[in-house]
T-cell receptor, first 117, second 113 residues
């Protein structure tokens, strides 16, 4: 596609339910990133994929959070047993891998706004 | 860990006025991104700066990277309501064997017509 696509754009769920957020990166981008944007917290890094592998999961806040990427393309971020503090905008970004971020622009999707009631 | 501080946190200007937003890093900057975000939208890429002293312009927006001061500035000339939004700076860091961006908390810009 022309840009990074995320779905759903909005998700309202009840506390304790599981949710899945989807990211479709720009075609040909091998690097994929998930961030979380909370009110007053700014943008926090969650996880980074290089192809289908995740060499850096350091930002995942708890073991309720997991992510996978298949076919070097679509990624899914799963939050199990959601809590109210999980409410935030979840943003996905992708970039070309060669040369790294100092040379390759990181493009963002519009995000998924998650509300946990 | 590297931290970015943006100033001011919010800014209200009259249409037509010039303004500057600053981004100061706790460590040396090796790559600095500027993004703009509007409510309900993702981050829109504005500019990326790599070298000390580098300056880039796009339309009425100019960004400069000053490595000696570990600082970048974003300057908007003759502001318009379309410039309103949240401006975010992001620094490239290497941590845990991978590169990622760390972001400032943003500067909210309001332009009154």
């Amino acid at each position: 596609g022309a840009g990074v696509s995320q779905s759903p754009s909005n998700k309202v769920t009840e506390k304790g339910k599981d949710v899945e957020l989807r990211c479709d990166p720009i075609s040909g981008h091998t690097a994929l990133y998930w961030y979380r944007q909370s009110l007053g917290q700014g943008l926090e890094f969650l996880i980074y994929f290089q192809g289908n592998s995740a060499p850096d999961k350091s930002g995942l806040p708890s073991d309720r959070f997991s992510a996978e990427r298949t076919g070097g393309s679509v990624s899914t971020l799963t939050i199990q047993r959601t809590q109210q503090e999980d409410s935030a905008v979840y943003l996905c970004a992708s970039s070309l891998e060669v040369g790294g971020l100092a040379k390759n622009i990181q493009y963002f999707g519009a995000g998924t706004r998650l509300s946990v009631l | 860990s590297q931290e970015l501080e943006q100033s001011p946190q919010s800014l209200i200007v009259q249409e037509g006025k010039n303004l500057t937003i600053n981004c100061t890093s706790s460590k040396t900057l090796y790559g600095l991104y500027w993004y703009k975000q509007k409510y309900g939208e993702g981050l829109i890429f504005l500019m990326m700066l790599q070298k000390g002293g580098e300056e880039k312009s796009h339309e009425k927006i100019t960004a400069k990277l000053d490595e000696k001061k570990q600082q970048s500035s974003l300057h908007i000339t003759a502001s318009q309501p379309s410039h309103a939004g949240i401006y975010l700076c992001g620094a490239v860091i290497t941590q845990g064997g991978s590169e990622k961006l760390v972001f400032g908390k943003g500067t909210k810009l309001t332009v009154n017509p």
